[in-house]
Each structure stands twice: as C-alpha cells, then as structure tokens.
C-alpha cells in the first residue's frame, strides 16, 4: 500500500481540511490569476507578482489554473493543517520550509498531515514565495476570484480539501533569481526627460517595494516640462517619475489610474522577475522595441509550457 493509498482514505476529495495561520509573516496574500474585467471602476485585475513561479505550483499538483494558494514576502507564514491531510508545494525565492522539524525543500511536493506545523524558510535572493495545496484554497470568491484585497493575518483559517496528488520533485531548480535587467519600451511622456539618466547608471532598490510598486534610488531625472498632469491609465509594469525625480515602477496591485508622468513600460516578459526585486538589489534599464518585447514574451511563454507540459505530463524526473 502506497504512503498516499493509507493517508488518503476512498472518498476523501470530498474530506475538508483547514489552515490555521499561526504567524502570517511580511505581506502574505491569497492570490489567484486575478480578477480583469473592473479596471472601470477603480479595481486592478491583481494575481501573483510572479506569474510563473505560481503556474508552476500548480502544475507541480495537477490542480486547475485558476486556482488560489498564498504568496508571501522575504518572511513567510507558520501554518497548521487542521481535518484532512493535504499534498503541498512551495515555489518561488523560498528555499523552502520545516515541517514538524523535517527540511521540506522548494519545487517538491510533500504530504502535511493534520496537526503538523508548517514553517516557512527564509529567502536569501528573490522577494516572494508561494506555498499551493493540490484542489486550492477554497475561501469565498469576491468579483469572480479567490485574490485578497487585504494580507492574511495571524489567527484566520482558511479552507482547502483533501486531495491526492503526485509525491515528486526536479532534479534541476527551476526557479532563477532576478537576474538584474529589466527591460521597457517608451512610456506617453518619456519626451519629457533625457533617457539616459534611466539607461546610464545602477538603481538600487528602496526599502518602499511591495505589491503595489517599487520606488528606486539614484541620481534623479530633471524634468525638462514642469506641466502637471491629469490623472492617466496605468498598469503593472508602468514606469513613473515622482516629484523627486526618482522612478517608480507599478507593480501587481497597482492602482488603475496615476498622476506621475510616465516615462515607460517593463515588459511583461520581464515582470515577474521584477516582482522577484527585493530591498538594496540593483537593476539596471535596457530600452527595446515592440519586436523585442513580443520576441521576448514568446520566449518565455514557450518556456513556462515546457515545464507545464512536463508537469502536467508527469514525466518530470522524481528525487
């Protein structure tokens, strides 16, 4: 009898298992794929910072795209498993957890039984983690998706079922660190300032980063037009130049409209290694062009359903 046929008894997908959140850790949300379709009325789509360490969980457990799990920042939560015992995995910058004194490493699915307590490691490069539980958390959508409008805090439970799903890990680590380039095309107002204070030095980045956006540090812009300007449509990946003179860039649970003039666009196939940027990293700007940007996302696309189809194929090598 195999170790998943004893824990999980005939019928269990129907078993409700909860999670305790003990120490919610720094800025630890229930993400899903987000919630598009309300940009009009002042709510952003959301989802995860990185969209590809979180598709990645959830072909780890064979679970549906649209399904939620948590994503955390530099300290992640402590959690217990309450009613059935669940298959879990992290991905993303953690280097994994302790569970009940035993190192669970990141990009390997594990079984958590019920009563046993779940520490998250900590992260020595990359800013967030993701921790997913095959079938997906199962909290109360809001506008059509499971993504929190507020971070999980100390003492919620939250809701899953008890499901199986495949014990198994990579022997390569998919999951790369910032890798301290972030691409951008021009942005409506970027006339405004001389691009080569964005493109000619290091920016460092502040200790202001989360979900919403990063504020950088370095030699600031001289605004060459002073005018001020009417609030605009902005979305994650938007460059901005506050009145200091220093970028902003706009992340996930950025606001839907801004004021700051808007001196270019990440890329999106770079965003989620921009969402991986952490306090005192460095990055540096290389401008391309709308061939370059589309060239890049289908590279990387191609590289996502790689993985995916390896995943979901189950012909991944297990450790």
Same mark, same amino acid.
């Given at each position: 009898?195999?170790?998943?046929?004893?824990?999980?008894?005939?019928?269990?997908?129907?078993?409700?298992?909860?999670?305790?959140?003990?120490?919610?850790?720094?800025?630890?949300?229930?993400?899903?794929?987000?919630?598009?379709?309300?940009?009009?009325?002042?709510?952003?789509?959301?989802?995860?910072?990185?969209?590809?360490?979180?598709?990645?969980?959830?072909?780890?457990?064979?679970?549906?795209?649209?399904?939620?799990?948590?994503?955390?920042?530099?300290?992640?939560?402590?959690? @217990?498993?309450?009613?059935?015992?669940?298959?879990?995995?992290?991905?993303?910058?953690?280097?994994?957890?302790?569970?009940?004194?035993?190192?669970?490493?990141?990009?390997?699915?594990?079984?958590?039984?019920?009563?046993?307590?779940?520490?998250?490691?900590?992260?020595?490069?990359?800013?967030?983690?993701?921790?997913?539980?095959?079938?997906?958390?199962?909290?109360?959508? @809001?506008?059509?998706?499971?993504?929190?409008?507020?971070?999980?805090?100390?003492?919620?439970?939250?809701?899953?079922?008890?499901?199986?799903?495949?014990?198994?890990?990579?022997?390569?680590?998919?999951?790369?660190?910032?890798?301290?380039?972030?691409?951008?095309?021009?942005?409506?107002?970027?006339?405004?300032?001389?691009?080569?204070?964005?493109?000619?030095?290091?920016?460092?980045?502040?200790?202001?980063?989360?979900?919403?956006? @990063?504020?950088?540090?370095?030699?600031?812009?001289?605004?060459?037009?002073?005018?001020?300007?009417?609030?605009?449509?902005?979305?994650?990946?938007?460059?901005?130049?506050?009145?200091?003179?220093?970028?902003?860039?706009?992340?996930?649970?950025?606001?839907?409209?801004?004021?700051?003039?808007?001196?270019?666009?990440?890329?999106?196939?770079?965003?989620?290694?921009?969402?991986?940027?952490?306090?005192?990293?460095?990055?540096?700007?290389?401008?391309?062009?709308?061939?370059?940007?589309?060239?890049?996302?289908?590279?990387?696309?191609?590289?996502?359903?790689?993985?995916?189809?390896?995943?979901?194929?189950?012909?991944?090598?297990?450790?």
């Amino acid at each position: 009898m195999s170790e998943l046929t004893a824990v999980f008894p005939e019928g269990s997908r129907c078993e409700s298992a909860q999670i305790e959140v003990v120490r919610a850790g720094m800025d630890t949300w229930m993400v899903d794929p987000g919630r598009p379709g309300f940009r009009e009325q002042g709510v952003g789509p959301g989802g995860p910072a990185d969209r590809f360490s979180f598709d990645l969980a959830h072909g780890f457990l064979n679970n549906a795209p649209d399904q939620a799990m948590i994503e955390f920042s530099l300290i992640g939560p402590t959690l @217990i498993c309450r009613g059935g015992p669940l298959v879990a995995v992290f991905t993303g910058a953690v280097e994994g957890g302790l569970l009940e004194g035993q190192q669970i490493p990141p990009e390997k699915t594990f079984l958590w039984r019920p009563g046993q307590t779940l520490k998250t490691g900590p992260m020595h490069r990359g800013a967030r983690g993701y921790l997913a539980i095959a079938s997906g958390f199962s909290n109360p959508p @809001i506008l059509g998706s499971r993504s929190g409008f507020r971070p999980l805090q100390t003492g919620e439970v939250l809701s899953g079922f008890s499901t199986k799903a495949p014990l198994r890990r990579l022997k390569e680590r998919v999951w790369q660190p910032p890798h301290g380039v972030l691409r951008f095309l021009p942005g409506p107002e970027a006339d405004r300032f001389d691009p080569k204070n964005l493109l000619d030095q290091t920016w460092t980045i502040s200790h202001q980063a989360n979900r919403m956006g @990063i504020r950088l540090e370095g030699i600031p812009f001289v605004r060459t037009d002073n005018r001020e300007m009417l609030s605009e449509p902005v979305l994650p990946g938007t460059i901005q130049i506050n009145h200091a003179g220093l970028p902003m860039i706009l992340g996930v649970a950025a606001q839907t409209i801004g004021g700051y003039p808007r001196l270019g666009m990440v890329i999106r196939a770079d965003q989620d290694s921009m969402g991986q940027l952490r306090p005192g990293d460095r990055v540096r700007f290389e401008q391309v062009n709308l061939d370059e940007a589309l060239g890049a996302l289908e590279a990387t696309n191609a590289l996502r359903n790689q993985w995916l189809h390896r995943l979901r194929a189950g012909t991944p090598p297990i450790g």
